[in-house]
């Protein structure tokens, strides 16, 4: 199956990782859903992601000593592969599994995904539970030195023909629920994996597994977008994420601080060659509105108005997917104008390239390539009020760009361009970004 065909724009959805870390549950995840058909689908935004630990027992309730509690109780069929916890998740009773909420987010015109992390549970491997298709006990397949530094749950799966029957067994699962998205966790970089015997770390230790779960989703006929995390990717395996998934994280977790957000500016230089339609480089969940429930820090997001903006303008511009962590249905007009505005969204699909980046400022362009319109960003990353200019002709030679009128897409207002170089005075961590009709 070509993933380009079913992924030729960035993802675009809601996950609910910033809000409820791993508490949310069936009634929550509807509540999202409904919000999302009703006020974002129309602009392009359609995933709804259930994140970590929908399978685990009153996961959250030792938050104040762990995120994961070790040895928790974990929902699972007799093939060890996990299951949604019936108490969060009544509708996945009797062996139901997601298929009836995904059913009610396919009912929406909205797609269905989940978090997975890396591998087989534990508590399996202990049993010795068959792996569907096989002979095999889950012991027999999993990696004993293979596990996640913050998540207790999960062994890895050795690369046999046993570990992929297993992988292949999964998505036969996920795809009969009606699963649309998977966001799979410690495989996209499990650098820093400290189960591993000394000496013996490989930089991309995931790789094995990314690839059986690519054969997995590839043999299960079901069109399904394949997310990697944590970040940050390494820039030298770029052609096997590229090869094998939709998104790979470029960074660690994000988060609601400026360092976090002037940091990525290197990040998307760094990636801004291997964006294409079906791979895309992940900035990262934008955490806006109402985030932190679920750490026992609810909040309003720390970044202000501008910086939003200047997020919103560098996700766009570079291409990156977006996935809210927001609790929707407290969603406030001011954030709802960031995620529905037409113009800035519109970037998404566009090719783009950074022109000039320091500790002051960055540039950023863009060209539609089916409608030749061209965007231009100015971004004032300093603590201090500051002038960003360009030279029309020097730096980007566009034909006919100083004749143009430009639209200043977040204002909506309409500007000459002026001959030689354009200038605009920003405040701090502030952006502008323009749209240049094409040449005619």
Not at 412 to 420: D, L, M, N, T
Request: with cysteine; hydrophobic share 40%.
């Amino acid at each position: 199956m070509n993933k380009n065909h079913f992924t030729p724009r960035p993802p675009m959805g809601w996950n609910s990782y910033d809000y409820y870390d791993t508490t949310v549950n069936e009634e929550q995840i509807k509540a999202n859903a409904l919000w999302m058909a009703n006020h974002l689908k129309p602009f392009g935004w359609e995933y709804v992601v259930v994140d970590i630990q929908w399978y685990a027992s009153r996961p959250g309730s030792m938050r104040d000593q762990y995120q994961y509690i070790p040895f928790s109780h974990l929902e699972m069929d007799e093939y060890s592969r996990l299951l949604p916890d019936p108490e969060r998740f009544p509708s996945s009773a009797d062996g139901k599994g997601f298929g009836p909420l995904a059913d009610f987010v396919h009912s929406l015109g909205l797609k269905f995904g989940i978090h997975i992390m890396r591998g087989i549970p534990r508590l399996a491997a202990h049993l010795h539970q068959p792996v569907k298709g096989t002979d095999a006990a889950a012991d027999q397949i999993a990696d004993a030195y293979s596990i996640c530094g913050w998540n207790p749950d999960m062994y890895g799966v050795k690369d046999t023909p046993e570990g992929q029957a297993y992988y292949d067994s999964l998505l036969e699962l996920y795809a009969s629920w009606g699963v649309d998205f998977i966001k799979c966790d410690n495989i996209c970089n499990t650098n820093n994996n400290p189960g591993l015997p000394a000496g013996s770390a490989d930089p991309a230790s995931g790789k094995a597994e990314i690839r059986m779960l690519a054969n997995a989703i590839r043999r299960c006929g079901r069109p399904i977008v394949l997310s990697l995390s944590p970040g940050p990717a390494l820039i030298d395996q770029a052609w096997f994420y590229e090869k094998h998934a939709n998104m790979w994280r470029i960074t660690d977790d994000f988060w609601d601080e400026w360092h976090f957000l002037k940091d990525m500016f290197s990040r998307c230089q760094l990636w801004q060659d291997h964006v294409s339609p079906g791979c895309y480089p992940d900035c990262d969940m934008l955490p806006l509105g109402r985030i932190g429930k679920g750490f026992g820090q609810e909040r309003f997001t720390r970044l202000t108005f501008a910086e939003q903006r200047t997020m919103m303008t560098l996700w766009c511009i570079f291409g990156s997917p977006l996935m809210l962590g927001a609790e929707l249905t407290m969603m406030d007009e001011q954030t709802l104008s960031l995620l529905t505005n037409q113009k800035i969204l519109d970037m998404l699909p566009c090719p783009a390239r950074q022109q000039r980046l320091d500790e002051n400022e960055a540039v950023w362009t863009a060209v539609n390539p089916e409608t030749g319109c061209r965007y231009l960003a100015f971004f004032n990353l300093s603590d201090a009020e500051r002038e960003v200019s360009l030279d029309w002709v020097e730096e980007l030679d566009w034909e006919n760009a100083a004749a143009c009128k430009l639209l200043d897409l977040w204002d909506g207002r309409e500007e000459a361009a002026c001959e030689g170089r354009i200038s605009r005075r920003l405040a701090p961590h502030t952006c502008v970004v323009w749209e240049i009709p094409s040449p005619q």
